[in-house]
């Protein structure tokens, strides 16, 4: 699609142009195999010498088109869709990391990306150094080894709400001969795009904002074409070496910018197959058409709700980046000056048992362990995710026992606040 288009557009338009009497929609091409006149065609698809659909588990049109217009919104040069952001995190990880080498990772991550890169990576031979993303340039710089091959962080993290200093930590991976990944999950594209700062491959739960509705599990991976994988050919010898799977071709000299992205594809999703469905992935393309309303709604009502409650006698502190005064604040004008995200997190007085009674007392924002989507729902992190933590023990991880995760939906924002008033005077 025309670069010149802004993110608005892009999310409509990007990945699917119909021709004369198309389908306006993608459409969903719910099939497993394709055909083909010839066994030469065919066989041409298997050597990578000619592009086409020939297996699903590899490539679908309907996948690939919503993957496509993701790769716009990023500024990125090819993307792949994952059955999950968990699948998209290893992946993104695997396809340059194996047995014997290690990563770096931002302490401040998801729990899911904590334990994939601090337990089950390391079953498989990588290890991993947590940084925290507030690390000093000297600290980071502590971290690399001379098999560290790559650096992971989020744009905006889940659920601490710490923005990264995107270009500070694409230097310090460059300073290594190293990528930057960035998981923008929280941010979306449409509030902040790390390829512009530097960052070198993105990847996203699809099942957050991009969805938005909760109705599909998902992931992407984005690559901005952009890291020099030759000019530090010996650290990824899975791209610039011959690959015995696929007839001696190596990825570099023969995809160019797209062989991270090609090699994902043909080699990790031929042999461990996480793919989504083309129907989760035609619905992630309809709601990616409306992601730049709804990511406007959902800021402007997270910001309306953490001023409310900043000045609330019932709360004792809100912690939202996008809030003047925010350990982030400066952070997030920098690299999301148009909003954050729509999830706020709010300590109520009176620890956990007022939580708990704020909680049950709500009406309309919801009890759910999900985040990211149109409906306001509010989680008790000392009742529910660390449940089996005593309150000493929670302080050590850093959460107060009267901690709520809020994640701020589309409704209208008056009846949002109006239902937590209520449920904070029973608090
Ligand atoms: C939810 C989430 C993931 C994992 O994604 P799933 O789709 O649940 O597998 C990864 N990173 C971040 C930041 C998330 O919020």
Known sequence: MDRNYSIETKCIHSGWNPGNGEARQIPIYQSTTFKYDSADEMGKLFDLEASGYFYTRLQNPTNDAVAARIADLEGGV????????QAATFFS???????????????????????????????????CTFVSADATDEELDAAFRPNTKLVFAESISNPALVVLDIERFAA????????????????????????????????????????????????????????????????????????????????TKKFGKLAYITKATSQLMRDLGSIPSPMNCYLLGVSLESLPLRMERHCSNALAIAKHLQSHEKIASVHYPGLEGDKYYELAKKYMPNGTCGVISVEVKGGRESAVRFLDSLKLASIATHVADAKTCVLHPASHTHRQLTDEQLKEAGISAGLIRMSVGIENVDDLIADIDQALEKA
């Open 78 to 85: 090819g993307a792949i869709l994952t059955s999950s952001g």
């Open 93 to 127: 990880i695997f396809n340059i990391c194996e047995a014997g080498g290690h990563i770096i990772c931002t302490s401040e991550i998801y729990g899911g990306t904590f334990n994939l890169a601090g337990v089950t990576l390391k079953k498989m031979g990588i290890d």
């Open 172 to 251: 310090a991976a460059h300073r290594h001969g190293v990528p930057l990944i960035v998981d923008n999950t929280f941010a979306t594209p449409v509030n902040c795009r790390p390829f512009e700062w530097g960052a070198d491959i993105v990847t996203h739960s699809t099942t957050k904002y991009m969805d938005g509705h909760a109705v599909q599990v998902g992931g992407c991976i984005v690559d901005s074409g952009n890291f020099d994988w030759e000019a530090h050919a010996d650290k990824f010898p899975g791209l610039t070496t011959p690959d015995e799977s696929y007839h001696g071709i190596t990825y």
